[in-house]
């Protein structure tokens, strides 16, 4: 039987390719079907916002209300009589999508300030959180870290989406529906104030006193002291003649107290002069008029005088100046919009005078000396640097971070440790040849290897690629998200690549021998089984080629419900029991750790049974190992006939009694090619050599000679 298989396949030496081909075909077709996301039907929210789930959306909430309006479907919540915020779903706002493509149904609150006040999940398909209570109590408390953040995508505070580890694509999505819900929902019903670009707040106004504004840097204050105006006196040269306003008290005594300020946004200008000044500028003035805002809190100078009056003098208000990147600007009586009462006064900026607000400027504060002659000589007494705080102007929105490259930038450090023993890995299968003439050497890279596989890629980083993953990725073309989406999992990204990549070049072996967590976990238990000399049991060849099918029929399962039940699907993927073994580490239900357990005991008699005969992923790569372009493994005419040496060393069967390589079922072990290179076990080889010492006359053709047989026959041990 078995010859005839392997004539039918050298008559049809493509078939296996086209079969691949055509099976990949239909997977693909099936897709449409798959990737058209389930659409839950969820009760009116009122019936969802149950009293323990409100407790926990809203605390202190009394009642809900729905809201009757053509905005985001919102429950309004009360604390007593008044309304505090808003409940609402996510699949009512959103509709957003999870990792499993079906919308999630995340139900949280905001109050009216736009702060979050809880969020529970009331339904999902994500496929890392189905029947994993641990991973699922990490979302829970992830949730719950959103309370009192902003109701903004992209504000910082809560817990990172890592945290809910093995599971951060929906971590990563629920905040964000929450985050951009909340938004959605007061942005309807609140009088917020969107713009473009930066723009001075005109809107905003509450009652300020000038200490207020001087505190928050509305106004800017020149407290000026008898002392500083001697010393402004000294340093203008005209410290021996007397001031223009004289002194009284002593050093320390006020000689004035001046404030000045942008005047337009009406917290600073309407607070500064009162409101009918203030009208005057900002509705009496042509478009684009600007005023500063100067007053006179106290002391017996003040930044007025009488001269503006004068018309000697010009009508200048020569005690203040403005400058502004090198540019001066200069007030007149008619540039003055005076407050009532008191010493403050708006002075009026046009459009053309070039004044950029936004900028900062400086006041500067003159008054002068007397000469004997009467004369008066100016200078600077104060100078009072100002720029508008940015709580006075009104900045867009900025677009958050896309959730792809936030979760690049968190894992840099994760991405570079993975990139390196990607690089290692590319190395040593470069290198097979000469790592593999050394025995030893080679062993302990290849434990090595298998022990980084399973304890950091898988129960570290949580990077255990699964029938999930390629079925999602399979979605994409046809399911309507977002392909930042699925970037948002670097790691799996980058193992996902490079086992694409390593799959056409090379075969499935690559990730199923070297990178897969649960396979290095069956691998490395199968050689603590080989050490306790448990007894190994492998079918006959035959009996083999059937129970290979087993994983392309649990793929067909996975795919089939994928695409006609999905709510089936979670249930099938339990097929693979990576989330018990590696991600959950087997934290997890009873009767998944079970089966889990009886998987790995099985391979202890049977290496990688579960990967040769059930795995659904392993069956996908097989498949599309038949389109892989290059055969590493090496192979000598005696290879098969007579010696079988390489066909007994292989722990997983895959060499046939030909010798031929069945490489959809080859792990890349390269156990072979240690055997193949060893010139004492490879008989070819151990010929040679004994020839090169001893010049023995060749054995006749198609005849083993007596040392081939005996070592052959030999059970090797494992590379
Ligand atoms: S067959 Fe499955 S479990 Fe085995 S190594 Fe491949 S993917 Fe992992
Ligand atoms: S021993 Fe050779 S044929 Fe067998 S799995 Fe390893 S590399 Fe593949």
Same mark, same amino acid.
């Given at each position: 039987?078995?010859?005839?298989?392997?004539?039918?396949?050298?008559?049809?030496?493509?078939?296996?390719?086209?079969?691949?081909?055509?099976?990949?075909?239909?997977?693909?077709? %099936?897709?449409?079907?798959?990737?058209?996301?389930?659409?839950?039907?969820?009760?009116?929210?009122?019936?969802?916002?149950?009293?323990?789930? %409100?407790?926990?959306?809203?605390?202190?909430?009394?009642?809900?209300?729905?809201?009757?309006?053509?905005?985001?479907?919102?429950?309004?919540?009360?604390?007593?009589?008044?309304?505090?915020?808003?409940?609402?779903?996510?699949?009512?706002?959103?509709?957003?999508?999870?990792?499993?493509?079906?919308?999630?149904?995340?139900?949280?609150?905001? =109050?009216?300030?736009? $702060?979050?006040?809880?969020?529970?999940?009331?339904?999902? $398909?994500?496929?890392?959180?189905?029947?994993?209570?641990?991973?699922?109590?990490?979302?829970?408390?992830?949730?719950?870290?959103?309370?009192?953040?902003?109701?903004?995508?992209?504000?910082?505070?809560?817990?990172?989406?890592?945290?809910?580890?093995?599971?951060?694509?929906?971590?990563?999505?629920?905040?964000?529906?929450?985050?951009?819900?909340?938004?959605?929902?007061?942005?309807?019903?609140?009088?917020?104030?969107?713009?473009?670009?930066?723009?001075?707040?005109?809107?905003?106004?509450?009652?300020?006193?000038?200490?207020?504004?001087?505190?928050?840097?509305?106004?800017?204050?020149?407290?000026?002291?008898?002392?500083?105006?001697?010393?402004?006196?000294?340093?203008?040269?005209?410290?021996?003649?007397?001031?223009?306003?004289?002194?009284?008290?002593?050093? &320390?005594? @006020?000689?004035?107290?001046?404030?000045?300020?942008?005047?337009? #946004?009406?917290?600073?200008?309407?607070?500064?002069?009162?409101?009918?000044?203030?009208?005057?500028?900002?509705?009496?003035?042509?478009?684009?008029?600007?005023?500063?805002?100067?007053? @006179?809190?106290?002391?017996?100078?003040?930044?007025?005088?009488?001269?503006?009056?004068?018309?000697?003098?010009?009508?200048?208000?020569?005690?203040? @100046?403005?400058?502004?990147?090198?540019?001066?600007?200069?007030?007149?009586?008619? &540039?003055?919009?005076?407050?009532?009462?008191?010493?403050?006064?708006?002075?009026?900026?046009?459009?053309?005078?070039?004044? &950029?607000?936004?900028?900062?400027?400086?006041?500067?504060?003159?008054?002068?000396?007397?000469?004997?002659?009467?004369?008066?000589?100016?200078?600077?007494?104060? $100078?009072?640097?100002?720029?508008?705080?940015?709580?006075?102007?009104?900045?867009?929105?900025?677009? #958050?971070?896309?959730?792809?490259?936030?979760?690049?930038?968190?894992?840099?450090?994760?991405?570079?440790?993975?990139?390196?023993?990607?690089?290692?890995?590319?190395?040593?299968?470069?290198?097979?040849?000469?790592?593999?003439?050394?025995?030893?050497?080679?062993?302990?890279?290849?434990?090595? +290897?298998?022990?980084?596989?399973?304890?950091?890629?898988?129960?570290?980083?949580?990077?255990?690629?699964?029938?999930?993953?390629?079925?999602?990725?399979?979605?994409?073309?046809?399911?309507?998200? &977002?392909?930042?989406?699925?970037?948002?999992?670097?790691?799996?990204?980058?193992?996902?690549?490079?086992?694409?990549?390593?799959?056409?070049?090379?075969?499935?072996?690559? +990730?199923?021998?070297?990178?897969?967590?649960?396979?290095?976990?069956?691998?490395?238990?199968?050689?603590?089984?080989?050490?306790?000399?448990? #007894?190994?049991?492998?079918?006959?060849?035959?009996?083999?080629?059937?129970?290979?099918?087993?994983?392309?029929?649990?793929?067909?399962?996975?795919?089939?419900?994928?695409? %006609?039940?999905?709510?089936?699907?979670?249930?099938?993927?339990?097929?693979?029991?990576?989330? @018990?073994?590696?991600?959950?580490?087997?934290?997890?239900?009873?009767?998944?750790?079970?089966?889990?357990?009886?998987?790995?005991?099985?391979?202890?008699?049977?290496?990688?049974?579960?990967?040769? +005969?059930?795995?659904?992923?392993?069956?996908?790569?097989?498949?599309?190992?038949?389109?892989?372009?290059?055969?590493?493994?090496?192979?000598?005419?005696?290879?098969?006939?007579?010696?079988?040496?390489?066909?007994?060393?292989?722990?997983?069967?895959?060499?046939?009694?030909?010798?031929?390589?069945?490489?959809?079922?080859?792990?890349?072990?390269?156990?072979?090619?240690?055997?193949?290179?060893?010139?004492?076990?490879?008989?070819?080889?151990?010929?040679?050599?004994?020839?090169?010492?001893?010049?023995?006359?060749?054995?006749?053709?198609?005849?083993?000679?007596?040392?081939?047989?005996?070592?052959?026959?030999?059970? =090797?041990?494992?590379?």
């Amino acid at each position: 039987m078995a010859a005839k298989m392997t004539a039918t396949a050298r008559r049809w030496p493509h078939v296996g390719r086209i079969v691949a081909a055509l099976a990949f075909m239909l997977a693909v077709l %099936l897709m449409p079907w798959a990737a058209r996301a389930e659409e839950p039907v969820a009760p009116p929210l009122l019936e969802r916002l149950t009293p323990a789930v %409100l407790a926990e959306v809203f605390p202190g909430a009394t009642r809900v209300e729905l809201v009757a309006d053509d905005g985001p479907a919102a429950a309004a919540a009360f604390v007593g009589e008044a309304q505090a915020g808003y409940v609402f779903s996510t699949l009512d706002v959103l509709r957003a999508p999870g990792y499993s493509s079906t919308p999630f149904d995340v139900v949280a609150g905001v =109050t009216l300030e736009g $702060r979050i006040t809880g969020a529970v999940v009331l339904f999902h $398909r994500e496929p890392y959180l189905i029947n994993d209570a641990a991973r699922t109590a990490r979302l829970v408390a992830f949730l719950e870290a959103l309370r009192g953040g902003e109701a903004r995508l992209g504000a910082e505070g809560g817990l990172p989406p890592a945290f809910v580890v093995g599971a951060t694509i929906s971590a990563r999505a629920m905040r964000n529906a929450v985050q951009e819900g909340a938004r959605m929902v007061l942005r309807y019903r609140t009088e917020e104030i969107t713009v473009t670009e930066p723009t001075i707040d005109m809107i905003n106004f509450k009652p300020m006193s000038p200490a207020q504004l001087v505190e928050d840097g509305g106004l800017v204050l020149a407290h000026v002291r008898n002392a500083d105006l001697q010393a402004a006196m000294d340093a203008a040269g005209v410290g021996d003649l007397l001031p223009e306003v004289p002194m009284t008290g002593g050093p &320390d005594a @006020t000689y004035v107290d001046v404030v000045a300020g942008y005047a337009n #946004p009406p917290r600073i200008g309407r607070n500064g002069v009162g409101l009918e000044p203030y009208d005057t500028l900002v509705n009496g003035m042509p478009e684009g008029t600007m005023g500063i805002f100067v007053a @006179t809190l106290g002391g017996v100078y003040d930044h007025r005088g009488t001269r503006f009056n004068n018309l000697s003098n010009g009508f200048a208000l020569d005690r203040i @100046t403005l400058e502004q990147g090198g540019r001066a600007y200069g007030f007149e009586k008619s &540039d003055m919009i005076p407050a009532r009462g008191k010493i403050a006064d708006i002075l009026i900026l046009p459009l053309e005078a070039g004044f &950029d607000p936004m900028q900062p400027w400086r006041a500067d504060l003159h008054a002068a000396a007397l000469r004997p002659d009467g004369t008066r000589v100016p200078f600077v007494l104060a $100078r009072l640097e100002y720029a508008l705080p940015a709580g006075y102007i009104l900045m867009p929105e900025v677009p #958050p971070r896309p959730a792809w490259l936030e979760a690049w930038e968190e894992g840099t450090r994760d991405i570079a440790i993975l990139c390196a023993s990607l690089v290692l890995l590319t190395g040593i299968l470069a290198f097979q040849g000469a790592l593999t003439r050394r025995r030893r050497l080679y062993r302990v890279l290849r434990l090595g +290897f298998l022990s980084f596989t399973l304890v950091w890629i898988g129960w570290i980083a949580s990077a255990q690629l699964s029938i999930v993953h390629l079925v999602n990725y399979l979605k994409v073309p046809f399911a309507d998200l &977002d392909l930042g989406f699925y970037l948002a999992e670097p790691l799996i990204v980058i193992l996902s690549v490079y086992t694409a990549v390593s799959l056409v070049l090379i075969g499935r072996g690559v +990730f199923c021998g070297w990178l897969c967590p649960f396979g290095a976990l069956q691998e490395l238990l199968a050689q603590v089984a080989r050490a306790l000399r448990l #007894p190994q049991w492998n079918p006959a060849e035959r009996a083999q080629r059937a129970m290979w099918w087993g994983k392309y029929l649990s793929l067909g399962l996975i795919l089939s419900l994928v695409a %006609l039940a999905p709510e089936a699907a979670p249930v099938a993927e339990e097929i693979e029991p990576f989330k @018990t073994a590696i991600t959950a580490i087997f934290v997890r239900g009873l009767p998944y750790v079970v089966y889990a357990v009886a998987l790995l005991l099985i391979g202890l008699f049977t290496e990688r049974a579960f990967c040769r +005969f059930l795995c659904p992923l392993g069956g996908a790569l097989a498949i599309l190992d038949r389109l892989h372009l290059l055969d590493l493994l090496k192979r000598r005419p005696e290879c098969g006939n007579p010696c079988h040496l390489c066909e007994r060393s292989c722990p997983v069967k895959a060499i046939e009694r030909s010798g031929k390589i069945v490489m959809a079922e080859c792990f890349q072990c390269l156990d072979c090619m240690v055997e193949y290179h060893d010139d004492r076990r490879c008989p070819p080889l151990a010929q040679a050599r004994k020839r090169k010492g001893r010049a023995p006359a060749p054995a006749p053709a198609g005849v083993m000679p007596p040392a081939f047989a005996a070592v052959a026959a030999r059970r =090797t041990p494992s590379a």
